[in-house]
């Protein structure tokens, strides 16, 4: 590929001088830069150099397109949370994604590997998010469903499924919380829960029954009911402060 070079010269090179050790003279050197598109060209050839030594099973190639998409990877899983998942698994998904836009893409079908890959990785993500809200995805199998509360199944009063943000018909999609109003309601949980509203809090996410709960906490179970309905007001009233959608 033929290079752009800035500077002096017929050739636009840039001459450094530089002592030769063996002979003790200086000679001069050219440097070329690359301009931003063809940088980006360039880019896009050692991508597919990669990808072709990767499909033909180099492990070093392989490893080398992992590490030049990871930030990438890490920062789009960043942009998801789902209720009672982990965002490492979420980070796991994006790198499964990267796999398979590494084996699938087709250079004649795709712009560039790069759009083919976030394409890839964000479409794994949400198909995880999914899967995961139909509790059969294995590494976000933590997922807890606050629908099932004794307190929920036996009043008219919203669960906590239905008062943390999402879609009234519960398209799984949007029980994804974005990162900025995550942190914003881990904020507000800390200063505005009682001690025993948190403990309750943090065991019944772990996915232990009221019966548990009560044991670990010495407590009977209408205690931890009383505290979960708690819990599920003040995250309302903290919802509805920021003007979320409920």
């Known amino acids: 590929m033929a290079l752009e070079l800035d500077g002096i010269g017929a050739g636009g090179g840039v001459r450094h001088d530089k002592t030769d050790p063996k002979c003790g003279f200086r000679k001069g ?7 931003p598109t063809k940088a980006q060209a360039q880019v896009q050839i050692e991508d597919g150099y990669l990808l072709a030594l ?3 099973g180099n492990p070093d190639a392989y490893d080398r397109l992992v590490r030049r998409y990871a930030s990438f990877v890490r920062l789009k899983a960043s942009s998801y949370f789902l209720v009672g998942g982990d965002s490492e698994d979420l980070h796991q998904e ?3 994604g990267l796999y398979k836009a590494i084996r699938d893409f087709r250079p004649d079908r795709e712009s560039s590997f790069r759009n083919f890959a976030e394409l890839c990785i964000t ?12 509790n059969k995805h294995t590494p976000l199998n933590g997922y807890v469903s606050f629908s099932a509360t004794p307190a929920g ?8 499924d239905e008062v943390l ?3 009234p018909v519960h398209d799984p999609v949007n029980q994804v919380i974005s990162s900025e109003e995550l942190r914003s309601l881990v904020a507000c949980l800390s200063t505005v829960l009682s001690d025993l509203e948190s403990r309750v809090l943090s065991l019944y996410l772990d ?3 009221y019966t548990v709960i009560g044991e670990k906490l010495d407590c009977d179970c209408k205690t931890v009911d009383n505290a ?3 819990v599920k007001r003040k995250v309302g009233s903290h919802l509805q402060s920021r003007n979320v959608l409920l």
């Not at 050197?29 to 301009?35: I, K, N, P, Q, T």
């Not at 199944?153 to 906590?160: C, F, H, N, Q, W």
């Open 165 to 167: 943000p999402g879609s």
């Open 228 to 230: 979960l309905q708690r």
């Open 123 to 134: 479409r794994q993500i949400i198909t995880a998010v999914k899967t995961a809200t139909r």
């Open 54 to 56: 990767a499909r033909q």
């Open 207 to 209: 996915g232990y029954s």
């Open 94 to 96: 994006g790198l499964v």
């Open 29 to 35: 050197v050219f440097v070329a830069r690359l301009s």
């Open 153 to 160: 199944a036996s009043d008219s009063e919203p669960t906590l």
